[in-house]
């Protein structure tokens, strides 16, 4: 009786395809950091020639995950448990606010310090006139 209620199969992905959910907030974030320094004209020559998908590949992998198993994991919580994938991207947003927090932080440290590092005198005077005494030396060109 109970079995005519549910669904006859699971959509659930095996095991091994699946992404745990705090590697799947880190690849995700670093996946938007790769967005990001694309934008950056600096990054946008070194790599603009290159498919920007292997970039994101490049994450996934740097994380020990497949392409495969990151699609796997984002279609089965899209499908099957979307609260939950939207409480990973919130938890994806945290962490993006916290580096912007983090960087502002830094960008104001090094505001506060000084141009001019010279703790000596602002100007020195040195005597007027005062020999001057050449020395001699040669150097044999061949």
Request: charged share 30%; glycine share 6%; hydrophobic share 35%.
């Amino acid at each position: 009786m109970l079995m005519a209620c549910g669904p006859s199969g699971s959509n659930k992905p095996a095991r091994k395809m699946r992404i745990p959910e705090d590697k799947l907030v880190a690849i995700l974030t670093d996946t938007y950091l790769t967005t990001g320094m694309r934008d950056v004209q600096e990054m946008r020559k070194t790599w603009g020639q290159r498919d920007s998908i292997l970039n994101y590949i490049d994450v996934i992998r740097s994380h020990g995950y497949t392409y495969d198993q990151l699609e796997t994991t984002i279609l089965y919580y899209f499908r099957d448990k979307p609260k939950k994938l939207a409480k990973i991207y919130d938890r994806v947003t945290g962490n993006l606010l916290a580096l912007e927090v983090k960087v502002e932080n830094e960008r104001i440290d090094a505001d506060s310090i000084p141009d001019n590092f010279w703790t000596g005198k602002a100007e020195y005077i040195f005597p007027g006139e005062f020999p001057r005494d050449s020395i001699w030396f040669d150097i044999p060109a061949e």
